[in-house]
Each structure stands twice: as structure tokens, then as C-alpha cells.
């Protein structure tokens, strides 16, 4: 019997790409997780599954709607989330997804923490957000926003999210959900073997789902994916008026000087020194 896939992240390994240019494009895949191409009930349901007690849970439509897609002419199914591992009940979470897809592989994408919490800042923690509208958006240095999720490393950053830190907490995911699914049934793929080892990063992916590998490549290599990336210029306007709210007209005004490189962001020392730290037990 041919494993299901399930996906939980993590966060900024390529997740949104996979899901947006390749999961809920192919006829051979059954997808069912974020953006896939489902009604509101669904994507609320999904929600259930990692955020509410069991009271709320709503098991029964999640599980109606994947007998559903198995029943489809398709080669593989795949369930993808990485709010998973932002989850506060990530053991719950686990269980229920054993219940739901017993057998499966599950599937943890990592990467190195320094780079991926560069790129989490840029594009979620340089911005207020959770405040009144006239302070939406404000910047955040980068600085005031490291000591904030070291300070509240065990606290949610929104009422369904923990910190970033417990979402690269790398071991902790995978003891959790070996626990559940067996350790044999656990997939531990690089982020970074794009760069390094593109042959077998897209060897792997293109096994798991039965895609094929250049059609992978292809979507990764595609500027175009996910959502827009914040470029350099964008980036370094937000930080130069960072006293005004970034919504409304401002923001559209904004938007369409977001030209040029990405941006990116370096850590100093101290910073580097402090992440270092935080997760050399983990």
C-alpha cells in the first residue's frame, strides 16, 4: 500500500512553492493543506485540526474530504502545512494526524536557524502586527524583534503561533512525531541542498511525490513563486520610515518600488552568538 505524504514544514524551506506551483497543479497529486484548491469549510477545518480542543475539532469533514480525494485518479496524496510546527499543541496535532492518515511519511524540511530566522524577520517579524490599524505594519529593527521572541520564546507571537525559536526547534518536532508515526517513517530533507546538492535535494522530492525532477527545479527556479518577495529597496524604505504605519495608500506607494535584489539582513555577533546558544542543545 503506497504511503501517504505528510508535510509539516518547517517554515521558510520553500513550503509556499511547493504548495502554489506544485502540489495543487498536478493531476497525479491529491493535495489537501494550505492554498490547496478547496472550499472555506475545509481550510477552516484544517485550521481545526492544529488550533482548537477536541470540543471544536472538526474530524469528521477533514476526514470526508480525504476519503474524497483518494477516491480521484491520482498517484499520491499529500497533506501539507507548516502551521503545524507553530502549533501550541504540537503532540496534539501529531495524534490527530496519525488518526486521520496512519500511513504516511512524514516529511520535515530543515534549515540552518540563522538564515531562516533572516528570512522569517523580513518577511513577518519587521512588521507590527496584531495592533490598532494605525500602527499596522510599523517596522520593527531587528534587534528589538530578537530580544522580543527571546524574551517570549514560549509564548505565542499570535493566538494560534509559538515563537519562530519552537518552530525551528528541529528535535523537538521530530521527537514528537516519531513518536507517533515511527522513526522509520520520518523524512528529514536540507533546505540548503538546493544550493549545494541541487541532484539530490530534487532526487528526493521528485521520489517522495513521483514528479518529475526537472519540473521540480523548474518551480523553485521560478522568481515569480510564492508570495512577493520583499527586494532590498522595499526593505530598506520600510526601515527609513519607519515611523509611519505601512497600510493603505502608503503601502501601495510603496509596493511598486519593490524592484531589484531580495533583501537580506545580517546578524552581528551578539545576535549571532545569542541563536547560537539558544539552540546548540536542541
Known sequence: MKKDILHIGAHKTATTSFQKNLFIREKQIGYLGQHCLENNQVHLAIDSLINDDDYDYKKD????????????????????????????????????LKDLLPNSTVVLSIRSQFSALQSWYISHGSKLKLVPRGYWNKFVSCNDWLNYIF?????????????????????KIYDVFSKHFGEENIKILVYENFSYNKKKFLSEWSNLTGINAEKIEMVLNNNNIERLRESQV????????????????????????NFGKRAKISFNKKEEEKIKEYFGGK
Open 61 to 96: 469533514i477533514l476526514k470526508k474530504k480525504i476519503e474524497d480525494i483518494k477516491k480521484r485518479n491520482i498517484n499520491q496524496f499529500i497533506f501539507s502545512n507548516e502551521d503545524i510546527v507553530t502549533s501550541r499543541f504540537l503532540t496534539q496535532s501529531a495524534k490527530r
Open 151 to 171: 524574551e517570549f520564546n514560549k509564548l505565542s507571537i499570535t493566538p494560534h503561533q509559538n515563537s519562530p525559536l519552537e518552530a525551528m526547534n528541529y528535535k
Open 234 to 257: 522595499h526593505f530598506n524604505l520600510r526601515g527609513f520610515f519607519k515611523f509611519f504605519s505601512f497600510s493603505g495608500n502608503f503601502e501601495k506607494f510603496l509596493k511598486i518600488l
